[in-house]
């Protein structure tokens, strides 16, 4: 069974760093596009960052040249860097991934319980 376990939220000030982690576990094949999304209360689940298994990333707008996605294959890890952090990033922020859990099964998305981010003073 696959698992998608994500660490490193918490309160934080504005302008202040935090990074997020997310490592699969279980018994899989190959993971391919990984990605952090993010939900504010009383909004809808948005893209952050994905980043595919051969290192091309894609950036929301509201985040680019702030947050940082990246991962290591070695560790089944994605990680995602956040620099000046501002009071509209609070949120949860979900861990995603598209993986195969063997050679001929077909590709399965996956999501962690999610970490919450708070950026207060």
């Known amino acids: 069974q696959v698992q998608l376990v994500e660490s490193g939220g918490g309160l934080v000030q504005p302008g202040e760093s935090r990074r997020l982690s997310c490592t699969a576990s279980?018994?899989?094949?190959?993971?391919?596009?990984m990605g952090w999304y993010r939900q504010a209360p009383g909004k809808q689940r948005e893209l952050v960052a994905t980043?595919?298994?051969?290192?091309?990333?894609n950036y929301a707008d509201s985040v680019k040249g702030r947050f940082t996605i990246s991962r290591d294959n070695a560790k089944n890890t994605v990680y995602l860097q956040m620099n000046m952090l501002k009071p509209e990033d609070t949120a949860v922020y979900y861990c995603?991934?598209?993986?195969?859990?063997?050679?001929?099964?077909?590709?399965?998305?996956?999501w962690g319980q999610g970490t919450q981010v708070t950026v207060s003073s």
């Open positions: 279980g018994s899989f094949f190959i993971i391919n596009t």
């Open positions: 980043i595919t298994i051969g290192g091309s990333t």
């Open positions: 995603n991934a598209d993986i195969k859990t063997t050679f001929l099964a077909r590709v399965n998305n996956y």
